[in-house]
């Protein structure tokens, strides 16, 4: 039988007691509140969900000798674990990223352990029918939703206190769709090939089973972040810049709406939904249960590692940067994608004889796609080595690493994100374009030297706009991305750790993001940030992560769900809840 553990740790506390139902209607039910439906009722649900609803612990619990699921032998492998992507994924309501369960129960033995900072129940769904049921007993029961799918998000929107979860993880069935595709409603027949999978899909499934059919899809750079979030945030790529965005290759898509329709939405169908779920965000308009996704034949990929590095001594390390750079449209325009780290002073990634242990400058993982041209990345470089030569005479160091790849996916599994979870951090986005970073050359060094100005003396230039994402055909003539990416060739961001039970280090943080990436706001009035990487404290939140968008996703959002059965932050429409001290969502 499932107990209901809230109402016995809230009793326990006297937390949530006669306080809230002085105000009845204006939060949303809370654990060991009166409206809290009964355990009887909670039962009734786990019933029709065939016993797909769970109550899982804390993951963390196994070390708290307190706890029922205490275990010390777990233990040391849950605090091994807790730094592994797949983990988090894994598990029904852990999150990549402590802050986001509030520390309630960190697997450290010497600090405290509670479920209050997670979600109560969790609906295990394997089906859109297991969706619906979920958020039909949400909204009526007034219970706060959560979605999660891996728990990567890094603004915290996976994981809502005292809610009822829908844990997507298992809708995760690939097809493949070969030749064309018909359209649900109309009919319609888009050619070309595609896969459809299921909501809570993860990278590495999707590219190893496309890479069966020599095909790839437009996807992330970590093997296990999932497609439910990463497409409504848009889904940058290191194909974007030559396939457009994922939000910009998705074909149809089912989902299930905050009133509980199981719907499937195309540009025929519902496109005012199938806009807004390209790119409005996740945990918004409704839950994707599965989605058709264009894939393209894979592609031979030359690997290239550059780095082009000084002494961190050096007066001209800024110049050195920012003229980098400015060359990114410029690489771009010749087929260049990838991922790099810009820095003042950092230590060597790689020991190499005659590299220095700390340098300044560029490194970059790059690919170029099925290029012939032998001397296609050396002819790229030459000019800009030419005048990094002739400015900075033998001062800086330049190498390049080329590898050669028969398919997307051998690329990937030699290149895909190996850092860790666990631990907290926020990060701060700005989508540069091409007036910024060939433009005014004193403003940007500026603003470079102002963003690296946090902890990690770097910051992150990500190759992944440019002509794809600038010129892409989105199925119904456009969707829900920020307008600041259709003129963006690089996402820059930066991130800011802080540790546990640390609010001054937290509100520091805090502080450094807000302040090192405003002379790149100033420099991108009319720009945005990449709601999936971005500062969730960002003041003017609706115009940078959605822009002229915006009006029309709130729009759409009042109409969709009218009482807010979906609710996140930072998320379209959000404006009228807030969460309160105890943690309850609350009408202001
Ligand atoms: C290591 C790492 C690498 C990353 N690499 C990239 C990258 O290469 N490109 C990129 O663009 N981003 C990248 N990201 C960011 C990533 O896009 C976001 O973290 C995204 O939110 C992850 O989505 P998820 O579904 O895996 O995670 P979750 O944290 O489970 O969900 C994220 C958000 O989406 C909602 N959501 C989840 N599933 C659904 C669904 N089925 N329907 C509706 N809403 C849903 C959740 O409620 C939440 O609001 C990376 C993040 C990490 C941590």
């Given at each position: 039988m499932l107990v209901p553990r809230f109402q016995l740790l809230l009793s326990l506390t006297g937390i949530g007691s006669g306080l809230h139902t002085s105000i009845p209607g204006t939060c949303k039910s809370y654990p060991g509140t009166p409206s809290w439906p009964s355990a009887a009722t909670w039962a009734a649900l786990n019933q029709t969900l065939d016993g797909r609803l769970l109550q899982p612990p804390?993951?963390?619990?196994?070390?708290?000798?307190?706890?029922?699921?205490?275990n010390a032998s777990q233990c040391a492998n849950v605090t091994e674990e807790w730094k592994t992507y797949d983990f988090h994924a894994a598990n029904p309501i852990s999150v990549m990223w402590d802050k986001f369960d509030n520390f309630?129960?960190?697997?450290?033995?010497?600090t405290t352990c509670s479920p209050?900072?997670?979600?109560?129940?969790?609906?295990?769904?394997?089906?859109a029918e297991h969706v619906k049921i979920g958020i039909d007993f949400a909204r009526k029961y007034n219970i706060r939703l959560n979605v999660k799918n891996t728990g990567h998000d890094y603004l915290g929107r996976s994981n809502s206190p005292g809610s009822l979860s829908i844990w997507t993880h298992h809708l995760n069935k690939i097809t493949y769709n070969e030749g064309q595709f018909k359209l649900q409603g109309s009919g319609k027949v888009i050619s070309g090939n595609s896969f459809t999978v299921?909501?809570?899909?993860q990278m590495y499934d999707i590219y190893a089973a496309a890479d069966k059919h020599n095909q790839t899809i437009v996807g992330g750079g970590a093997k296990s972040v999932g497609v439910g979030g990463y497409i409504t945030g848009g889904g940058h790529s290191i194909l974007a810049p030559r396939h457009g965005l994922a939000a910009d290759n998705v074909w149809e898509m089912e989902i299930v709406t905050p009133g509980g329709d199981i719907l499937t939405v195309n540009e025929d169908r519902h496109p005012d939904l199938f806009w807004a779920m390209r790119g409005g965000g996740g945990s918004t308009f409704g839950i994707i249960t599965s989605a058709t996704l264009k894939s393209y034949p894979s592609p031979k990929v030359t690997g290239v590692t550059i780095m082009i590095i000084t002494d961190p001594k050096e007066s001209f390390v800024f110049d050195l940067i920012t003229y980098i750079v400015s060359q990114m449209p410029s690489l771009m325009k010749q087929g260049f994608s990838g991922y790099n780290i810009i820095t003042k002073d950092m230590e060597i990634p790689i020991q190499e004889p005659g590299i220095p242990d700390r340098v300044a400058g560029f490194m970059g993982k790059c690919i170029l796609q099925d290029?012939?041209?032998?001397?296609a990345v050396s002819k790229a470089f030459h000019p800009i080595n030419e005048t990094i030569q002739k400015r900075w005479p033998n001062r800086v160091q330049f190498y390049t690493t080329l590898e050669q790849y028969d398919s997307f996916l051998a690329w990937f599994d030699k290149n895909y994100d190996t850092n860790q979870a666990g631990g907290s951090l926020y990060l701060v986005s700005r989508l540069l374009d091409g007036e910024v970073l060939t433009g005014n050359t004193e403003a940007l060094k500026n603003a470079l030297q102002v963003g690296m100005s946090g902890s990690s003396r770097s910051m992150e230039a990500f190759m992944v706009g440019g002509k794809g994402v600038q010129e892409a055909t989105p199925r119904g003539g456009s969707n829900a991305v920020n307008p600041a990416w259709r003129t963006a060739y690089v996402h820059a961001l930066n991130g800011e750790p802080f540790g546990p039970f640390n609010k001054s280090e937290e509100q520091r943080a805090k502080e450094i993001l807000e302040r090192e990436f405003q002379p790149l706001r100033d420099l991108t009035p009319r720009g945005g940030a990449y709601i999936n990487e971005a500062f969730p404290f960002e003041k003017d939140w609706q115009q940078t992560f959605w822009g002229s968008n915006y009006a029309k996703l709130l729009k759409i959002k009042r109409r969709v769900d009218p009482t807010d059965v979906f609710w996140c932050s930072?998320?379209?429409?959000?404006?009228?809840w807030q969460v309160r001290q105890d943690g309850r969502l609350c009408k202001i």
């Open positions: 804390p993951p963390g619990a196994v070390c708290h000798p307190g706890q029922p699921t205490y309630t129960c960190l697997p450290e033995q010497n209050a900072g997670y979600p109560a129940y969790v609906v295990n769904a394997s089906c299921g909501g809570g899909s290029v012939d041209d032998p001397e930072p998320c379209v429409g959000n404006e009228r």
